[in-house]
């Protein structure tokens, strides 16, 4: 059974930092791509940046490129996201999604907020 559980998320500033991360179990994470999608309230999911497996390929939306950076360490089973110089329109519910579409299995999200 895929269980994916994020963390990490919060309050921020803008131009400020945060660390997600993403604890998976229950399949073989070495084999899958992985993605973070977020959802602003009322609104469907919007992808943001997945990471092939073993780290080979790195992908990101153009609004997050430059800013955002995904990483995992495959020993660990976890997945992250360094989101630096956020911005107001990075508040939203951030999810870790197995595969690289997001509306694949996710977890529970973990909210990020930005704001001064």
């Known amino acids: 059974q895929v269980q994916l559980v994020e963390s990490g998320g919060g309050l921020a500033q803008p131009g400020g930092s945060l660390r997600l991360s993403c604890a998976a179990s229950?399949?073989?994470?070495?084999?899958?791509?992985m993605t973070w999608a977020r959802q602003p309230p009322g609104k469907g999911l919007e992808w943001v940046a997945s990471?092939?497996?073993?780290?080979?390929?790195?992908y990101y939306a153009d609004s997050v490129k430059g800013r955002f950076t995904i990483s995992r360490d495959d020993a660990k089973e976890t997945l992250y996201l360094d989101m630096n110089s956020l911005r107001l329109e990075d508040t939203e519910l951030y999810y870790c999604?197995?595969?690289?579409?997001?509306?694949?299995?996710r977890g529970q999200g973990t909210q990020v907020t930005v704001s001064s």
């Open positions: 990471i092939a497996y073993f780290g080979q390929n790195l």
């Open positions: 229950g399949f073989d994470f070495t084999m899958y791509t």
């Open positions: 999604v197995q595969g690289r579409e997001p509306g694949g299995p």
